[in-house]
């Protein structure tokens, strides 16, 4: 999986190049190259932002700006352009999933009230929020994007922890524990102690659907419609 990032702060990415994924990198599962769309300016002050037009308060990307990044990126034509913005639909699992799919994804970071839209009209397939919340920009949903997608990427993970993490059943995860055996008074669920791998499987099972009703009723009720 390739992954392509148009950004003004190439530098805030080194979060994401840690543990996991930074493994992933070095087995070369996944491939991240940064832009800085800010080398692409032809103005002497690096100039990358403008005035809106119509007034208002804050400043735009500018589209050509944007755009000549954009074209720096070989075989952009069969990548998918991703940009993270409020607009777009609230990344989940199953789109996480989706995504993982894809052979190359180019991801746009917005920044100050936005970018222009004639550039997002001319290279946007699809915009992705992570939430509804406002950030500073949009690096911090692309390397939420990158770290979610990545982790079904085959070999990032071992098969079996994919196949067991919630969402990935449309469940909450059960509570986990490792020793000591006694913590702070508190002991660990008899069963987990028991060998007895049905039992913790059925144990599992039932904490994960209680924990789904009490947090996240919407998601309990999604999982038994789709039983
Ligand atoms: C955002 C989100 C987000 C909006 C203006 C960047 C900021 C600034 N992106 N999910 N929530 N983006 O708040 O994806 O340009």
């Given at each position: 999986m390739k992954f392509d990032v148009l950004t003004l702060f190439p530098e805030m990415f080194q979060a994401v190049k840690e543990s996991v994924i930074g493994k992933a990198i070095e087995k070369e599962l996944i491939d991240i190259n940064l832009i800085n769309i800010r080398?692409?300016?032809?103005?002497?002050?690096?100039?990358?932002?403008?005035?809106?037009?119509?007034?208002?308060?804050?400043?735009?990307?500018?589209?050509?700006?944007?755009?000549?990044?954009?074209?720096?990126?070989?075989?952009?034509?069969?990548?998918?352009?991703?940009?993270?913005?409020?607009?777009?639909?609230?990344?989940?699992?199953?789109?996480?999933e989706s995504l993982s799919k894809e052979k190359h994804i180019i991801l746009l970071c917005g920044h100050y009230?936005?970018?222009?839209?004639?550039?997002?009209?001319?290279?946007?397939?699809?915009?992705?929020?992570?939430?509804?919340?406002?950030?500073?920009?949009?690096?911090?949903?692309?390397?939420?994007?990158?770290?979610?997608?990545?982790?079904?990427?085959?070999?990032?993970?071992?098969?079996?922890?994919?196949?067991?993490?919630?969402?990935?059943?449309?469940l909450l995860e059960y509570p986990q524990y490792t020793r000591p055996e006694e913590f702070l008074g508190r002991t660990v669920p008899d069963v987990l102690k028991s060998g007895h791998h049905q039992n913790i499987e059925k144990w599992r099972k039932e904490q994960a659907i209680k924990i789904t009703g009490e947090k996240r009723p919407d998601l309990l009720k999604k999982f038994e419609d789709a039983e």
């Open positions: 080398d692409f300016s032809k103005d002497k002050h690096k100039k990358v932002d403008d005035t809106p037009y119509g007034g208002g308060a804050g400043m735009v990307m500018m589209p050509d700006v944007v755009y000549d990044a954009y074209c720096s990126i070989k075989d952009r034509e069969n990548a998918k352009v991703i940009y993270l913005s409020p607009q777009g639909k609230t990344l989940n699992q199953q789109k996480v009230e936005g970018i222009d839209q004639r550039v997002i009209d001319e290279i946007v397939d699809e915009e992705i929020s992570i939430g509804d919340y406002v950030l500073t920009g949009g690096e911090l949903p692309a390397m939420v994007l990158i770290d979610s997608v990545s982790r079904y990427i085959e070999g990032v993970l071992n098969e079996s922890s994919i196949e067991e993490e919630s969402f990935s059943k449309g």
